[in-house]
């Protein structure tokens, strides 16, 4: 059973416009929500995280929002840029100590069109 | 940020050997570190997770016998996968948190095994 899942497995916009990647969660134990960007054969570099006690973290182009009684959360890019090309996974863990592990999406590929 | 290393980038090796990857926290103390593998259009999946000092904890399906994981100290964990099959190719990716790490797991570059 998957506990985090993202169903759009890909997302094409063009450039200058906004993304919305979104992703779901089962687990009502999970407590703070991350999002990954990966390149093919690199390892998953962190964007932005939040905790369930906020609805909403922005950080520059990138803001997540979370919707704790839907258990969904999004990641919005704005403006989307050519070098947003890549895989973002979403991941959730039952606290912030860094010591519980993350479970992953599957991932979104996201692909911004000049 | 948080810098993690992992050596090597790349290995091919014969069926039956054992190889032996290298995680590194280059900048700060990797209380914890985990091993993932990834398969093609595939999230990642945690294999272990691993404790400086102590034995690792493995995923529920990962042969701990198979997957060897030793966190030495702080900087360093190792994953050996031993007698390697072909059907153990993949992308093996480890990550580190940790006291100047906060809370946030970071990534090393990833490692691809092919086994011939």
């Known amino acids: 059973d998957q506990q985090v899942k993202q169903n759009s497995p890909s997302l094409s916009v063009q450039e200058g416009r906004i993304s919305i990647l979104n992703c779901d969660y089962t687990?009502?134990?999970?407590?703070?929500f991350l999002w990954y960007k990966k390149y093919p054969a690199e390892g998953p570099t962190f964007l932005i995280s939040?905790?369930?006690?906020?609805d909403k973290n922005e950080d520059g182009r990138f803001t997540v929002f979370l919707n704790k009684s839907a258990k969904h959360l999004s990641l919005h890019i704005v403006p989307s840029q050519p070098g947003d090309s890549a895989v973002y996974f979403c991941?959730?863990?039952?606290?912030?100590?860094?010591?519980?592990?993350?479970?992953f999406g599957k991932g979104t590929k996201l692909t911004v069109n000049p | 940020g948080a810098v993690v290393s992992q050596h090597p980038s790349r290995v091919i090796c014969k069926s039956g050997t054992s190889v032996k990857i290298e995680c590194r926290s280059l900048?700060?103390?990797?209380?914890?570190m985990f091993w993932y593998r990834q398969f093609p259009k595939q999230s990642l999946m945690l294999m272990a997770t691993?404790?400086?000092?102590?034995?690792?904890?493995?995923e529920q399906g990962v042969e701990k016998d198979k997957f060897l994981i030793n966190h030495a100290s702080l900087t360093l964990s190792t994953l050996t996968v031993t007698s390697a099959h072909p059907e153990d190719s993949s992308f093996y990716i480890c990550?580190?948190?940790?006291?100047?790490?906060?809370?946030?797991?970071?990534f090393g570059p990833g490692t691809r095994l092919l086994v011939l």
């Open positions: 687990n009502s134990m999970f407590d703070y």
């Open positions: 691993s404790n400086e000092g102590s034995k690792a904890t493995y």
């Open positions: 990550s580190a948190s940790g006291r100047a790490g906060g809370e946030t797991q970071y």
């Open positions: 939040i905790s369930s006690i906020k």
């Open positions: 991941a959730a863990s039952p606290d912030q100590s860094g010591s519980e592990k993350l479970v």
């Open positions: 900048d700060f103390q990797a209380t914890t």
